[in-house]
C-alpha cells in the first residue's frame, strides 16, 4: 500500500454524501510493531498541501493558525473503518 494511491481520493459517508478528498493519513504503530491506517483527514476544498496546524490540539504562531485554519476550514479526521472511497 502507497499513500500516494489513497492521496486525493474522494471519500463518502454511509449515505453516499460526498465529504471531500483525502488531504493526509493517520497511522499508528500496532502491538506488533507494524504499522497500521486508522483515519484519513479530509478536506471539503483542495487547498494543496496541509500546514499542519489545521490538527485539532496542535498549534504555532497566530498568523499560521489563522491561515491554516481558512484555507482548510471544513477539514475533518474521519476513521478508517468509515471511510468509503468513490
Request: aromatic residues 10%.
Amino acid at each position: 500500500m502507497l499513500a500516494s494511491d489513497y492521496l486525493g481520493r474522494t471519500v463518502r459517508d454511509a449515505d453516499g454524501q460526498e465529504l471531500g478528498r483525502v488531504a493526509d493519513l493517520i497511522a499508528q504503530v500496532g502491538e506488533d510493531g507494524t504499522p497500521r491506517m486508522v483515519a484519513v483527514l479530509v478536506t471539503p476544498r483542495w487547498r494543496g498541501r496541509l500546514l499542519g496546524y489545521e490538527r485539532p490540539g496542535v498549534q504555532g504562531p497566530w498568523v499560521f493558525d489563522k491561515l491554516a485554519g481558512w484555507l482548510h476550514r471544513g477539514t475533518r479526521e474521519i476513521p478508517w473503518d468509515e471511510v468509503r472511497w468513490e
